[in-house]
């Protein structure tokens, strides 16, 4: 279960306990103390809101990646910004949510990118456009980083 399910489920249960009957979850974001220690090269990027001006992958959107739904899915390698094997085993784990059936074998491909494209709810074709990239970028932020 990822940090985020865990989350939602403990919001749940909370509120059931207190006798509020229901609860609505809430997605949950990284704080501080639960993400590595970032390497240089990151620093904090993943806690300032900068807009994302390119469609492009980068340093920014990784080390955001790999702090939040990576490192919620095994990820346990340094938040330099740099996808390795590692990386994109974690993130093939993440996108299992979002009908990812494919092997976890740390190797990007099409089926890859359509959990990933799901996730960013954008055409899913398995081809990372500029724009998909961006709001998969902006998706991130917006579920894993109160910023």
Do not use: H
Not at 77 to 101: E, F, L, M, S
């Amino acid at each position: 279960m990822n940090l985020k399910k865990l989350f939602a489920s403990s919001v749940i249960a909370g509120a059931l306990v207190l006798g509020g009957g229901s609860a609505a979850a809430s997605a949950a974001t990284v704080s501080p103390a639960a993400v590595p220690n970032p390497v240089a090269a990151c620093g904090s990027l993943y806690y300032v809101s900068p807009t994302e001006t390119s469609g492009a992958p980068s340093l920014k959107m990784w080390c955001k990646v790999q702090a939040g739904p990576a490192w919620n899915n095994g990820y346990t390698g340094p938040v330099d910004g740099v996808p390795g094997v590692n990386t994109w085993k974690a993130i093939q784990r993440w996108v299992q949510d979002y009908g990812y059936t494919g092997p976890v074998d740390g190797v990007p491909g099409p089926n890859t990118y359509r959990g990933m494209e799901r996730f960013a709810q954008v055409t899913v074709n398995g081809s990372m456009s500029a724009a998909d990239w961006k709001k998969f970028a902006l998706q991130v932020r917006m579920w894993y980083f109160a910023d």
